[in-house]
């Protein structure tokens, strides 16, 4: 996305680390990814990039129905108060236009999250499609086993197609070692 006062505004944008992926069905590495999630968010923190959490709205009986217990931001997150959650029914987060409006001005985002193969795929489709620069954090994304592969292959393979499709792919250390 281009505009904006700086040349280098982002934000990152942390995509359904809900209580229930947690609890209901666990992603693989759910505690690993926590913790590679609390240091991006550190380190977004102290750079002084906008952040953001995304929640969806899963149907009535779905574990992330809201007011459903699975359906808050997972506590151990660290979510601050100033930072704002987007409700979504779809994979894509930018399908939110208040998501949009938010990040009017970025250049570039950040994104990590669950699940790999849907909502963390779909979001990053759409933010490359918006214009927007992508560096997704290749360790930081989870998602559960199916289709006959484990989740470690899956977030591989989702990995290869982000790249494939434009995005940068960094691990947790090589985006929070930067320096601006």
């Known amino acids: 996305m281009t505009g904006g006062t700086q040349a280098s505004e982002k934000a990152v944008i942390v995509i359904d680390l809900q209580t229930a992926m947690f ?12 913790k590679r999630v609390r240091s991006v968010l550190a380190w977004a923190r ?6 953001c959490f995304i929640r969806h709205d899963g149907g009535t009986g779905d574990p ?3 007011g459903a217990p699975g359906w808050t931001i997972w506590p151990a ?5 100033e930072e704002p959650t987007f409700s979504k029914s779809v994979g894509d987060a930018f399908s939110q236009p208040a998501l ?28 490359l499609e918006r214009g927007f620069a992508v560096t997704v954090v290749g360790d930081a994304h989870s998602t559960v086993d ?12 989702e990995n290869a197609a982000f790249e494939k499709a434009g995005a940068r ?10 320096t601006e």
């Open 146 to 157: 199916g289709s006959g592969l484990s989740a470690a292959e899956i977030i591989a393979r």
């Open 169 to 178: 792919i960094v691990t947790t250390a090589e985006l929070t070692r930067r």
């Open 100 to 127: 949009v409006d938010w990040a009017a001005g970025v250049n570039e985002v950040v994104l990590l999250g669950a699940q790999s193969d849907y909502c963390v795929a779909a979001t990053t489709r759409g933010a």
């Open 46 to 51: 102290t750079q002084g990039h906008r952040v």
């Open 23 to 34: 609890e209901a069905e666990p992603i693989f590495a759910g505690d690993v990814i926590v």
């Open 64 to 66: 992330l129905a809201p």
């Open 77 to 81: 997150l660290g979510q601050m108060e």
